[in-house]
């Protein structure tokens, strides 16, 4: 970061704005990259002007109109830092974006960069041109070593080492630096050392307050899905993609998967069972909140999920029911002012190139909301379709939930199960054992199999009810996506025959 700051400053950018909520650790930053370049640093807030940050001296400059005019009498070869700007420019105040515009140009000439340092994006279309965006990365294991190595010394405990060292660290990335601290000074009340499980959960907490993106606990595993062979085996085969050996060996980085398919069969369970096969975290992305109702919003989302989800890279960020999200990105800005399809654009750029370990795991119920772009070969390692579970498939599904809800799958006649559940989602499967169950206890006994039968010929399975859409979406599918399933025997012999 440091590197590109110089970079900037010393080809002439006059406006930069830096995007993060971490003001101490950017500020410590800019210090040193002024003193680096050898100029002068100012620092402006509404409270206190105007600074020279080498001598304290302060100028009158509350008003940030009357800030951006005092740069003008600023010496050249510096850097204005200018804290909480975002806020205001927030009402687009023609003046203050005059004069802004008009500081820039005149800053240009005279060596100066005027630095905004926001946690959030503002900037209207006039002065969109004006300034060079960065993304401040949150704090990698290192600095997050700095921290902890802190609240040691100040707690009087042992520096962690080795594997303790890795896993308390490994769980902190994804904060900042401030919360990084107070994770670890809430673990050293809570346990008197710094618990990794409590760094975690804490890490939990905050990633979630932005109320994009979760850190989800996951206990399925690929057992926990009966058929699915062919996807289940593709990931197996990855499962080791993040690993040192995999990055000696040459092997790039897997991109992620998409999965369209019928709903209720499988593709959010795959998703949790992925960060399982990767023994990473598990980040679900709330896409349908990604679009804020604030200008320029939806972007700085967008890009603060990004930033997370690399910081605790290797990850998995599961982004489900995509097209809940996506809804308004194939219109062409007549909606939203072109804010979907920008978001949309930077997310699908951002996949392209981005070469973080974070394995990018999409769902969909609904092709014809996505966008045709994003459903290219290429964007993904690989697009599945996960159909109704066949035979052979539902057999495995009712073990794995009648084993689920406590009973044995001995205890009950799979045969019958499996021939009365044709075009059963798994998610009816699953539906059928837990009304047997309601059933048996309200009769105060076990479920059985002839209570399964009964409670299952009351419902009509979603395949009779959306026979058309499954039969659209099976269309769809052919040439497009890699079934999830290998066909059975008799259904290569018909494909044969056909
Ligand atoms: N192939 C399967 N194997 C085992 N359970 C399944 C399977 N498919 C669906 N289920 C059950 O149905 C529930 C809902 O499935 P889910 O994965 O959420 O469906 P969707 O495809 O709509 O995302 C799962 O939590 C699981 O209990
Ligand atoms: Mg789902």
Redesign the pocket.
């Known amino acids: 970061m440091r590197q590109r700051l110089t970079n900037y400053i010393r080809s002439g950018h006059a406006g930069l704005y830096i995007v993060s909520a971490e003001e101490a650790r950017v500020e410590a930053e800019i210090k040193a990259v002024a003193e680096g370049l050898g100029y002068k640093l100012y620092a402006w807030s509404a409270i206190e002007g105007l600074v020279n940050t080498a001598d304290g001296s302060t100028q009158q400059a509350n008003d940030p109109i009357d800030a951006i005019t005092a740069i003008n009498d600023l010496p050249e070869n510096a850097l204005v830092l200018q804290r909480d700007f975002h806020l205001f420019l927030e009402d687009r105040n023609p003046v203050l974006i005059r004069a802004l515009k008009d500081e820039l140009a005149r800053s240009k000439t005279k060596g100066r960069t005027l630095i905004l340092l926001g946690c959030r994006l503002v900037l209207a279309p006039e002065l969109e041109r004006e300034f060079t965006v960065l993304d401040f990365a949150l704090p990698d294991k290192q600095q997050l070593g700095v921290v902890l190595d802190g609240i040691c010394e100040s707690a009087k405990l042992e520096i962690p080492t080795g594997d303790d060292r890795d896993q308390i660290l490994d769980a902190a990335t994804g904060m900042t630096s401030t919360e990084a601290e107070n994770a670890y000074a809430l673990a050293v009340i809570e346990s008197g050392g710094v618990d990794s499980g409590i760094i975690r959960r804490e890490k939990a907490q905050t990633v979630k307050k932005s109320g994009l993106l979760e850190v989800v606990n996951v206990c399925e595993t690929l057992h ?5 062979d062919l996807m289940k085996d593709w990931l197996l085969q990855r499962r080791d993609a993040f690993s040192k050996r995999a990055v000696e060996y040459g092997l790039p980085s897997p991109k992620g998967m998409l999965i369209v ?1 019928i ?8 998703a949790k069972a992925t960060a399982s096969v990767f023994n990473r975290p598990l980040l679900k992305l709330d896409a349908g909140k990604l679009y804020g109702s604030l200008v320029g919003q939806s972007e700085g989302n967008l890009r603060s999920v990004i930033q997370v989800a690399e910081a605790i890279a290797p990850c998995v960020l599961w982004i489900d029911e995509l097209e809940k999200g996506m809804a308004g990105s194939k219109s062409s800005g007549a909606t939203d002012g072109g804010t979907s399809a920008r978001v949309f654009g930077s997310f699908l750029s951002w996949m392209q190139e981005k070469r973080s370990p974070v394995f990018v795991i999409a ?1 969909a ?1 609904d092709v014809t909301q996505l966008p045709p772009e994003l459903l290219r070969k290429g964007r993904w390692d690989e697009i599945w379709f ?1 159909d109704l ?1 066949n035979n052979e ?1 539902r057999q ?2 009712w073990e ?2 009648i084993k689920k809800y406590g009973r044995k799958p001995a205890d009950f006649d799979l045969r019958a199960l499996v021939e009365m559940s044709v075009g059963y ?3 009816e499967v ?1 539906q059928a054992v837990i009304d047997a169950l309601y059933a048996g206890f309200a009769e105060d006994q076990e479920p059985t199999t002839k209570v399964i039968c009964q409670v299952t010929a009351e419902s009509i399975p979603l395949s009779k009810l959306m026979a058309e859409n499954i039969d659209q979406l099976r269309k769809w599918a052919v040439g497009r996506a890699r079934p999830a399933t290998a066909p059975t025997k008799a259904e290569k012999q018909r494909r044969i025959a056909a």
């Open positions: 926990s899905i009966g058929g699915l398919g709903p209720g069969c499988g593709k959010s369970l795959t769902t119920n996960t579970p498939e495995k599904i794995i939930q989602t798994g998610a699953e």
